[in-house]
């Protein structure tokens, strides 16, 4: 093994934790060909961050798989698209559902797409799904359920489903309901007049021919081939068919599938396959701790997030914790974006075995881009842009009523001399984004208030205090040392509450990112002046 094999082997990170399973799996049961991962999509709705976050994730294992078998053998990573399944309600967040309604329980890839850019209503949400799994880099291979059922793929196994029906059925009737199971048969067949497909009984098998039997809408029987994509599978056993079909050795689900999955692991096992390896992960909640659901269009989608963040604070808001469940909403962006970046920070100064622990390593697989630090730009400059948090970024927009790019940085060129769009080009998207979040989220919610007699006394003090200091002061720790004294002097206990006030009365909000660092970047004599407008109360006026 190579040393990175060998650290691999003991590292603790989550997905070393799952490629390692993999591993024992070829142990147990050596196999022919590449090793398998996939993952599965359901295209009757718009794709949201739940539907990425498990190529991202199952990229984040496949890749320490490669790192623990020193990349020797092969890997497949399939993103299925669950297209041939019949639409059974239309959802919430789409235009022109009249289409939809007209169409319900057709094949999503015979239904006409609302959005009128695609072929239909899958290859048009398909497509959501592709753009930006391509936008990210992810190497992968898509894979349509339509084009595996028509194209002979499944064929085998949709044979040896017919052979085993009576097995397929043991195992699931005693899942369901009186009703359920009285019409249940895990072929669907596609109606060769309506194109919808059927939730009816099978009343005959002829294996030998390939056949089924079952009663159309009209109440003719009709018998059809379950191959060739005359059949649609139901969900549980269609699952363990593509498994079987396909060889796939690891997938992972949301945690409202396990009971899907211990029903389809026994189907597999049914058709002579072997399930894959996996967990189940916790699921996003919206802002109000509901499931996140593509129907509902809930939560945010993938459009939203890098509409205010950079898609490398996605991946890592998805990287952490995946079998806790996360609140997916707009408020948990910044916070993201400024781990994200300290982790990258932080990267070249660990060694191998702490880098393999590093969420970056996993989501750049081990290769993550530099950190924009001080050797990019002027070498007697005194402060690294690195420095420069989004939330900073933040209350810069607020301080400066920066409208533009270019306004934020006329105060980023004084605070880090030589730093520009073109040496720094994350911290120039960061600015992009900090104001398109302040106008659309942060703005809305401000809530200023006037000083007290006791704050004012401070505020004057402080005022003061930066007035003295030179006025090219960049050094965060000199302002952050006065702003703490000034609390302490002034008998603010706890010295929190001398913070809020100065959020609360200059911000509108309770909290912020250190004040010093606000103030290295704005200026100390533009801070003296917001402070003196806070105190004025033309702030809460404008507000």
Not at 182 to 195: C, E, N, R, V
Not at 198 to 219: C, H, M, W, Y
Request: hydrophobic content about 40%; aromatic content about 10%; proline content about 7%.
């Amino acid at each position: 093994m190579s040393d990175a094999a060998t650290l691999a082997a003991a590292a603790k990170a989550w997905p070393f934790e799952q490629a390692r399973l993999v591993v024992e799996r070829l142990k147990k049961k050596p196999k022919d060909g590449p090793v398998i991962f996939e993952t599965g999509y359901g295209p009757s709705g718009l794709p949201h961050i739940g539907t990425f976050q498990e190529v991202a994730r199952t990229t984040m294992v496949r890749h320490a798989f490669r790192v623990l078998t020193d990349d020797k053998i092969p890997t497949r990573l399939i993103a299925f698209s669950d297209d041939m399944d019949g639409l059974r309600k239309v959802p919430d967040n789409i235009p022109n559902k009249a289409v939809l309604e007209a169409n319900l329980h057709k094949p999503l890839t015979q239904i006409p797409d609302p959005f009128g850019c695609h072929e239909s209503f899958a290859h048009h949400n398909n497509a959501k799904l592709r753009e930006f799994l391509d936008g990210f880099g992810f190497e992968y291979e898509f894979m349509s359920s339509t084009e595996q059922y028509r194209s002979g793929r499944f064929d085998e196994a949709l044979l040896t489903m017919l052979d085993r029906f009576d097995q397929v059925m043991a195992i699931m009737l005693p899942t369901l309901g009186e009703d359920r199971r009285a019409t249940y048969s895990p072929f669907l067949p596609i109606s060769p007049k309506t194109g919808k497909v059927l939730q009816v009984p099978t009343l005959a098998r002829n294996f030998s021919k390939g056949t089924i039997v079952f009663e159309d809408e009209d109440g003719e029987k009709i018998e059809v081939p379950v191959t060739g994509g005359n059949v649609k599978i139901q969900w549980k056993p269609d699952w363990a068919l593509r498994w079987t079909a396909l060889g796939v050795d690891y997938e992972m689900s949301g945690k409202d599938l396990i009971d899907s999955v211990q029903q389809s692991s026994k189907i597999c096992r049914a058709l002579g396959g072997a399930p894959p390896e996996g967990f189940n992960y916790e699921l996003f909640l919206d802002e109000n701790g509901q499931k996140i659901s593509k129907s509902k269009g809930n939560g945010l989608t993938i459009d939203e997030w890098l509409r205010y963040a950079p898609p490398e604070s996605l991946a890592y808001y998805i990287y952490g914790k995946p079998k806790t469940a996360k609140k997916l909403y707009f408020d948990v962006i910044p916070k993201a974006v400024d781990e994200y970046l300290q982790q990258i920070d932080a990267y070249p100064k660990q060694n191998t075995a702490e880098r393999m622990e590093n969420p970056v390593w996993h989501m750049h697989s081990g290769n993550p881009p530099a950190p924009e630090m001080a050797a990019s730009y002027q070498a007697n400059a005194t402060v690294a842009p690195s420095s420069i948090t989004f939330a900073l970024l933040l209350n810069l927009v607020a301080a400066a009523n920066a409208e533009t790019k270019e306004q934020l940085w006329k105060f980023i060129a004084k605070y880090a001399p030589g730093a520009s769009p073109a040496t720094h080009p994350m911290l120039d998207r960061l600015c992009g984004y900090a104001i398109a979040y302040y106008d659309d989220f942060v703005k809305k919610t401000k809530r200023f208030r006037a000083a007290t007699d006791t704050e004012r006394a401070a505020f004057e003090d402080l005022i003061r205090r930066l007035d003295a200091l030179p006025a090219n002061t960049t050094d965060a720790e000199t302002i952050q040392n006065e702003v703490y004294a000034v609390g302490k002097e002034h008998g603010f206990e706890p010295l929190r509450d001398w913070f809020k006030a100065l959020y609360e009365v200059c911000f509108g909000q309770e909290a912020g990112p250190r004040f010093g660092s606000f103030a290295a970047i704005f200026g100390v004599r533009e801070t003296s002046a917001l402070l003196r407008k806070g105190l004025a109360g033309e702030l809460m006026k404008a507000a």
